[in-house]
């Protein structure tokens, strides 16, 4: 068992600013041109024992009826001496997929370069996924989403801000 007080990897350090748990402060927006919009909360768990990586966890709900949506999990790296990030995420859809981009001071832009998928995989099939994570000068963690379908060209899909419960 790794002990609460696990020291930060300085290889993540850059990061820091992302750990603890984090509450959507207002639903968020969900929409794509294939389905109805929505409106959801999200709960982000951002940790670490003392590796290399920040593991996470997505945890999203319907806002009117508090019923589990969508979830993600996953381990956060960052390439040594470099802003370069990856994300490594397996989502409870049947995805996995590999984002990878650049922290840019308190943002990380990030792009699919791996997607894969269940073979029984809901259609159409997500082809690309580009994330923004923002921390605003007010404190809140702001996310962005958008995606490419098979047949649909990369848009924004999901919009939320979240506040730190933890």
């Not at 748990?21 to 929409?31: I, K, L, N, Q, Y």
């Not at 009826?65 to 390439?79: A, D, T, V, W, Y």
């Not at 989502?91 to 269940?118: C, H």
């Not at 995989?121 to 996310?143: M, N, T, W, Y």
Request: include cysteine.
């Amino acid at each position: 068992m790794i002990p609460a007080s696990a020291e930060l990897n300085p290889a993540v350090r850059s990061l820091e600013w992302l750990l603890g748990s984090w509450e959507s402060d207002e639903p968020g927006e969900g929409t794509f041109s294939s389905i109805k919009p929505f409106r959801y909360t999200e709960k982000l768990h951002f940790s670490h024992v003392g590796q290399p990586v920040i593991n996470f966890m997505f945890n999203a709900f319907n806002a009117e009826s508090n019923k589990p949506l969508h979830r993600e999990c996953g381990f956060i790296r960052m390439q040594p001496g470099t802003n370069k990030v990856a994300f490594i995420i397996a989502q409870n859809s049947g995805l996995v997929e590999i984002e990878e981009g650049e922290l840019t001071g308190q943002q990380l832009n990030l792009q699919s370069k791996s997607v894969a998928r269940i073979s029984f995989a809901k259609e159409p099939h997500v082809q690309e996924i580009c994330r923004v994570f923002k921390l605003q000068s007010d404190g809140r963690l702001e996310q962005t989403v958008s995606m490419a379908t098979d047949n649909q060209p990369l848009a924004q899909h999901l919009h939320i801000t979240y506040r730190r419960s933890s």
